[in-house]
């Protein structure tokens, strides 16, 4: 598709359950951005992936979660023994290359409940 | 650490009343964007600044960047009930750092 596409858009898990999110980023972009958003509130930065760079990992709020990416194509956020303060969306961006003076596109997001 | 504040956390205003969102920062920015979000969407983009003093139009919106790049400001004039959404500031310290975003502005026009 021409946009970023994330899977699944919803998601019920159980608490202590790990749970994995999907990103699939506009072709050719090379930076990629997960967020969270709880209701209401802004976006909360967790980890960034620029090209061939080592990510930026410095927003992941504990060991429990985790991100991958696949050269410049596919990237997935895994959460281990999930909580129920995990609940959010899980928001996917990328961008062609650095962000400064570069459109950042979102995905619609993966609405997580953790129950 | 690096924190975007913006001003006001929620705003309820009439049709046609003016307003201003305020964001606001210790560090400067390499570049600031603003993005629109409604239920549902991700946030989409309204406009890039990167130049200090710098003001740009869209339509009955109007942005400026602070001089010294460590602030801006998002104007709307006459709001219409389609302007409802939350409204972010994000911004990036250094270029090929991450994109840091504020909490946001919810902002509701009744008809």
């Known amino acids: 598709g021409a946009g970023v596409s994330q899977s699944p858009s919803n998601k019920v898990t159980e608490k202590g359950k790990d749970v994995e999110l999907r990103c699939d980023p506009i072709?050719?972009?090379?930076?990629l951005y997960w967020y969270r958003q709880r209701l209401g509130q802004g976006l909360e930065f967790l980890i960034y992936?620029?090209?061939?760079?080592?990510?930026?990992k410095s927003g992941l709020p504990s060991d429990r979660f985790s991100a991958e990416r696949t050269g410049e194509s596919v990237s997935t956020l895994t959460i281990q023994r999930t909580q129920q303060e995990d609940s959010a969306v899980y928001l996917c961006?990328?961008?062609?290359?650095?962000?400064?003076?570069?459109?950042?596109?979102f995905g619609e997001g993966s609405w997580l409940t953790v129950v | 650490t690096q924190l975007l504040e913006q001003s006001p956390q929620f705003l309820s205003i009439q049709e046609g009343e003016n307003l201003t969102v305020y964001c606001n920062s210790s560090s400067v920015f390499s570049s600031l964007q603003w993005y629109r979000q409604e239920p549902g969407e991700g946030p989409v983009l309204l406009v890039t600044?990167?130049?200090?003093?710098e003001v740009k139009k869209l339509k009955r919106l109007t942005f400026q960047f602070g001089d010294a790049r460590k602030d801006s400001s998002l104007h709307i004039t006459a709001a219409q009930p389609g302007d409802t959404g939350l409204y972010l500031c994000?911004?990036?310290?250094?270029?090929?750092?991450?994109?840091?975003f504020g909490k946001g502005t919810t902002l509701s026009v009744s008809s």
């Open positions: 072709s050719g972009h090379t930076a």
């Open positions: 992936f620029q090209g061939n760079s080592a990510p930026d």
């Open positions: 961006a990328s961008s062609r290359d650095r962000v400064s003076g570069n459109t950042i596109y």
């Open positions: 994000a911004g990036v310290y250094q270029a090929g750092t991450a994109l840091i």
């Open positions: 600044v990167v130049t200090g003093g």
